[in-house]
């Protein structure tokens, strides 16, 4: 599977020391240079700027209210042919999905791991949580860990 993967599901998968699920949940992890350059910024956290060690294009009609690295990656993610392309921002989805890009968010790695018995759900949620990661209700929280509950059962 290749997954083309934006900013912000890295960035928070490396905080709460979860990025390893990438390369076990997808064959082909791909990040777009405006992607690396935003993870690499001085402001980012250290843990995450020392995670990124080290081609993509834009489309010129994607919408300037979307980050450098959203269009990138959308664009990369539509030229590759990309399985589904990682991201959480709403717009961005929006705009994959009106592209016919499938998405996959943050919560949705987490839950798929958590179903393989890779990590602990809620533990990884209580560790979002300390971030600034922005989380949904409490509800869809709640009936993520119940599916996730089921699922294990």
Same mark, same amino acid.
């Given at each position: 599977? /290749?997954?083309? @993967?934006?900013?912000?599901? /890295?960035?928070?998968?490396?905080? /709460?020391?979860?990025?390893? /699920? ?17 993870? $690499? ?5 250290? #843990? ?8 993509? #294009? ?14 990138q990656a ?20 929006? %705009?994959? $999905? ?13 839950? @798929? @791991?958590?179903? $393989?018995?890779?990590? =602990?759900?809620?533990?990884?949620? =209580?560790?979002?949580?300390?971030? #600034? ?8 929280? %709640?009936?993520?860990? %119940?599916?996730a509950r089921? #699922?294990?059962?």
């Amino acid at each position: 599977m /290749i997954v083309v @993967a934006d900013t912000t599901p /890295i960035h928070y998968l490396v905080l /709460i020391d979860e990025a390893d /699920i990438l390369e076990r949940l997808f064959a082909h992890v791909i990040i777009p240079q405006a992607v690396l350059e935003e993870l $690499r910024r001085d402001e980012t956290p250290q #843990s995450v700027r020392d995670w990124v060690d080290s081609p993509s #294009s834009e489309l010129p009609e994607l919408s300037r209210a979307l980050g450098k690295g959203e269009r990138q990656a959308i664009a990369l993610a539509i030229e590759l042919h990309a399985d589904a392309l990682l991201l959480d921002d709403k717009r961005a989805k929006n %705009e994959a $999905r009106r592209r016919n890009v499938p998405v996959i968010t943050l919560l949705n790695t987490l839950a @798929a @791991a958590a179903e $393989r018995g890779w990590l =602990d759900l809620p533990d990884a949620i =209580d560790r979002l949580r300390e971030t #600034s990661f922005y989380l949904p209700s409490e509800e869809i929280i %709640e009936g993520l860990l %119940e599916r996730a509950r089921q #699922s294990i059962d």
